[in-house]
């Protein structure tokens, strides 16, 4: 049972256009989410995180959105550079009793920026 | 600086083989974890240790095991009984906190062949 699912197995767009990745979740338990990127042959590094009481999350040119009544997430990339080629993972946790925290991951989104 | 450290980086093993992956921490972080990462199938939790002396089994743990006789230390041994253990293995550690996000930091891998 996927608990969290990124349905585009990749995504491209042209250098300073807007990239938005999507996540979809099961378990209305995940208190929070977070988002990871990862470059081959390296361990993922952590971008943003988001509180499911909030709906909205920024830093810098990264955006997280949180949509609780759809179960749905997605992170905005605005402008983007070709430096953010990269997978992006989405992951979250539940910290409620009987949890430890530990993190549930989505299959990976691959973004393609173009010069 | 600190952080997670996994050697070998590259491993291959004859069928039949165990082997065991090293992951080293200096964050003094007091969880740490084994993901496995397959293409299309995102991070998969395989063992994850909340404090020295404990741990627990993830989503995946069939054919592996870990010992956690340090803070610092999390080897992942891959035993024969794993049925298809060529993959990409990160670890990773956090701190242990009640509340908040749960932000792993993750080491580089160790890709596992099995010839």
């Known amino acids: 049972d996927q608990q969290v699912k990124q349905n585009s197995p990749s995504l491209s767009v042209q250098e300073g256009r807007i990239s938005i990745l999507n996540c979809d979740y099961t378990?209305?338990?995940?208190?929070?989410f977070l988002w990871y990127k990862k470059y081959p042959a390296e361990g993922p590094t952590f971008l943003i995180s988001?509180?499911?009481?909030?709906d909205k999350n920024e830093d810098g040119r990264f955006t997280v959105f949180l949509n609780k009544s759809a179960k749905h997430l997605s992170l905005h990339i605005v402008p983007s550079q070709p430096g953010d080629s990269a997978v992006y993972f989405c992951?979250?946790?539940?910290?409620?009793?009987?949890?430890?925290?530990?993190?549930?991951f989505g299959q990976g989104t691959t973004l393609q920026v173009k010069p | 600086d600190g952080g997670i450290t996994q050697s070998p980086k590259y491993l291959f093993r004859k069928e039949g083989q165990n082997v065991t992956l090293s992951c080293e921490q200096n964050?003094?972080?007091?969880?740490m974890y084994w993901y496995r990462q397959d293409p299309g199938q995102g991070l998969r939790l395989i063992y994850y240790?909340?404090?020295?002396?404990?741990?627990q089994k993830g989503d995946i743990a069939e054919g592996y095991s870990v010992s956690r006789e340090k803070k610092e230390s999390f080897p992942l041994t891959v035993t024969s009984a794993q049925k298809n253990p060529t993959a990409f293995y990160l670890c990773?550690?956090?701190?242990?906190?009640?509340?908040?996000?749960?932000?792993?930091?993750f080491g580089a891998g160790s890709r596992l062949t099995v010839l």
């Open positions: 988001i509180s499911s009481i909030k």
């Open positions: 992951a979250a946790s539940a910290r409620g009793s009987g949890n430890t925290g530990k993190l549930i």
């Open positions: 964050l003094n972080h007091d969880a």
């Open positions: 240790s909340q404090i020295v002396n404990d741990f």
């Open positions: 990773a550690s956090s701190i242990a906190v009640a509340s908040g996000a749960n932000v792993l930091t």
């Open positions: 378990n209305s338990m995940f208190d929070y």
